[in-house]
């Protein structure tokens, strides 16, 4: 599932870092163990504190020196975690929401029923939502994004939206018995996609008017699974669609037969 990871992913550490005493367990007091510890909280209070003023100003008013000092850092840091200014804001752009590709494999298999595919799909997107504030700082630098042109937005819809999008396209055309996508099936898949990216767009419409709907994570599994069903309820009318299109198309067929002499 996508969630807001503020660290990038690394290879699985050894395990036997740190100290051990004779019985095998792990001594907590490593002096590697904290300076690893203390990293990752450096880089994390960077992180947000990054991604909050990039949200609020976008990326070329917000300094590395404003972002250093807000968060508590000396200003060299940034260079070592993320190699520049340039190298933070893509981090803070692309770290916290995860990748939507990433998720595919949840709910694009061939023995999954349609249902079983749509709850993987729409619990993966919205995880983020339990998230809370963060994700709306998310949101409001994808608008700054667009406002401000980087060249991340480009990049993203090609490695990661066309990718998951194509696999959605593939799971409906799958169960509409389909052997390739067509127009209205990336309809579709558009369609389905937009039933959770709202809830997104929308976060601080939803909070202002009905707060709970989206105030626990328990809130957004339930509104998931509202998901689920409106999106087969949309698969269930595209297929009727297509059968009362092919069953006129061949009564017409049928009706040229019969008025050849």
Same mark, same amino acid.
């Given at each position: %599932?996508?969630?807001? &990871?503020?660290?990038?992913?690394?290879?699985?550490?050894?395990?036997?870092?740190?100290?051990?005493? &004779?019985?095998?367990?792990?001594?907590?007091?490593?002096?590697?163990?904290?300076?690893?510890?203390?990293?990752?909280?450096?880089?994390?209070?960077?992180?947000?504190?990054?991604?909050?003023?990039?949200?609020?100003?976008?990326?070329?008013?917000?300094?590395?020196?404003?972002?250093?000092?807000?968060?508590?850092?000396?200003?060299?840091?940034?260079?070592?975690?993320?190699?520049?200014?340039?190298?933070?804001?893509?981090?803070?752009?692309?770290?916290?929401?995860?990748?939507?590709?990433?998720?595919? !494999?949840?709910?694009?298999?061939?023995?999954?029923?349609?249902?079983?595919?749509?709850?993987?799909?729409?619990?993966?997107?919205?995880?983020?939502?339990?998230?809370?504030?963060?994700?709306?700082?998310? %949101?409001?630098?994808?608008?700054?994004? /667009?406002?401000?042109?980087?060249?991340?937005?480009?990049?993203?819809? $090609?490695? $990661?939206?066309?990718?998951?999008?194509? !696999?959605?396209?593939?799971?409906?055309?799958?169960?509409?018995?389909?052997?390739?996508?067509?127009? $209205?099936?990336?309809?579709?898949?558009?369609?389905?996609?937009?039933?959770?990216?709202? /809830?997104?767009?929308?976060? $601080?419409?939803? &909070?202002?008017?009905?707060?709970?709907?989206?105030?626990?994570?328990?809130?957004?599994?339930?509104?998931?699974?509202?998901?689920?069903?409106?999106?087969?309820?949309?698969?269930?009318?595209?297929?009727?669609?297509?059968?009362?299109?092919?069953?006129?198309?061949?009564?017409?067929?049928?009706?040229?037969?019969?008025?050849?002499?």
């Amino acid at each position: %599932m996508r969630t807001m &990871n503020p660290q990038p992913k690394k290879k699985s550490a050894s395990r036997h870092t740190g100290l051990a005493d &004779n019985s095998g367990t792990q001594r907590s007091d490593s002096p590697g163990r904290k300076q690893r510890s203390d990293g990752a909280e450096a880089r994390e209070r960077l992180l947000h504190t990054a991604l909050r003023l990039f949200a609020e100003k976008g990326f070329s008013k917000t300094s590395t020196r404003e972002i250093a000092q807000a968060a508590g850092a000396n200003i060299a840091s940034i260079s070592y975690y993320f190699g520049d200014k340039a190298g933070l804001y893509r981090a803070v752009y692309t770290e916290p929401m995860g990748s939507a590709s990433d998720d595919i !494999a949840l709910y694009d298999q061939p023995h999954f029923t349609l249902r079983q595919s749509l709850e993987g799909f729409f619990s993966s997107f919205l995880e983020p939502m339990k998230q809370g504030d963060l994700v709306q700082l998310c %949101m409001r630098l994808h608008f700054q994004e /667009m406002l401000e042109p980087t060249g991340l937005w480009p990049k993203q819809i $090609d490695c $990661d939206i066309k990718p998951a999008h194509a !696999a959605l396209s593939a799971v409906l055309s799958r169960h509409l018995a389909i052997k390739k996508a067509d127009d $209205d099936v990336h309809r579709l898949a558009f369609s389905v996609a937009g039933l959770a990216l709202q /809830m997104f767009i929308c976060h $601080d419409v939803i &909070n202002a008017i009905l707060p709970k709907l989206i105030g626990s994570p328990a809130a957004v599994d339930q509104w998931a699974e509202r998901l689920v069903d409106y999106a087969e309820a949309m698969v269930a009318v595209e297929a009727s669609r297509r059968k009362a299109a092919g069953n006129a198309s061949s009564a017409g067929i049928k009706l040229v037969r019969k008025k050849k002499p």
